[in-house]
């Protein structure tokens, strides 16, 4: 089972809305192909979050949202149901972050790295760089509320599960501002004997309720996902933000919640099922 969102958001249009739920899809059959090989959840999610990056009306990879400079300084994060993670924070010139922040879960003793030091591990792992001006999109450039910040969160045939998170941040940011797509318990989390998760909105919210953990914690009673989601998703008025979150457990039922007006989303099931939504 894979679930992949492409943001909680509020402004854009209806047409804007529904392109955004077919690039969801498309990220979520490219994932799921992927577990129907018996691949990994954590290939799975790499996988489909990869697909997003590279699609440019996404908030994260190329299209991501520019900051106060004008600049993409972007954050992204993996977690396997192991609890082995990676993450990057504030990258620039980078194309995938998600597959960064791999790299630093499989080939690195740490957990974050953050801008130029993240540059460095990605030089000494032979990761491309690419011109960071293309990564600017011309709906960036004019600032338009950008569509939100991708994610993923799987569960492989061997009941593994996995969740990847990667954002530009919000517009406008300051230089150096990290939100919460690359701190695990966050944006991020996963734990095999619990669930996955990952999260997109404010991101200065979610960081102070841990919304990823929270959400995850809620699954060890067996609660049902879309209640524990919609209940944590709750949490995030008493911290003045918005936000969503799409939600696996351990069994593959998943569930999710937002409190914007809309959050993108597609997912595809065991059996080839598959669903998608924006409202
Ligand atoms: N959570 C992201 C951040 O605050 C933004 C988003 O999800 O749209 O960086």
């Known amino acids: 089972v894979i679930v992949v969102h492409g943001g909680a958001g509020e402004r854009h249009a209806d047409d804007n809305a529904r392109q955004a739920q077919g690039g969801c899809l498309v990220a979520a059959r490219a994932g799921h192909a992927v577990l129907e090989k018996g691949g990994s959840a954590l290939d799975a999610v790499v996988a489909a979050v990869t697909v997003l ?26 977690m396997t149901g192991d609890l082995q993670a990676g993450a990057v924070a504030a990258v620039k010139g980078i194309a995938n972050p998600v597959q960064l922040a791999r790299l630093v ?7 974050l790295f953050s801008a130029e030091g ?33 994610g993923a969160v799987a569960r492989d045939k061997q009941g593994r599960l996995a969740a990847a998170t990667s ?3 919000t517009t406008g ?14 944006g991020t989390y996963a734990d095999d004997e619990a669930g996955a998760c990952s999260c997109t909105g404010l991101g200065e919210a979610i960081i102070k309720v841990t919304l990823a953990r929270a959400a995850v914690d809620r699954l060890r009673s067996g609660e049902d996902p879309n209640a524990a989601a919609a209940a944590v998703a709750a949490t995030l008025a008493r911290a003045k933000g918005d936000g969503g979150l799409i939600l696996i ?12 007006k809309r959050m993108s989303r597609a997912w595809v099931s065991s059996d080839g099922s598959f669903g998608s939504g924006f409202d």
């Open 173 to 186: 940011k300051r230089p150096g501002r990290v939100g919460d797509t690359p701190l695990i318990g966050c």
């Open 118 to 150: 993240a540059h460095r591990f990605a030089r000494a792992h032979g990761v491309p760089f690419v011109d960071p001006a293309s990564l600017i999109t011309e709906r960036a450039r004019k600032r338009l509320a950008s569509l939100g910040t991708v």
């Open 53 to 78: 990056e590279n699609d440019p009306q996404f908030n994260a990879g190329r299209g991501s949202a520019l900051n106060a400079d004008g600049e993409v300084e972007m954050d992204a994060s993996v």
């Open 249 to 260: 457990d351990a069994k593959g039922r998943f569930g999710l919640a937002f409190t914007t």
């Open 105 to 111: 879960m499989e080939k690195s003793k740490h957990v």
């Open 167 to 169: 954002t530009g941040g």
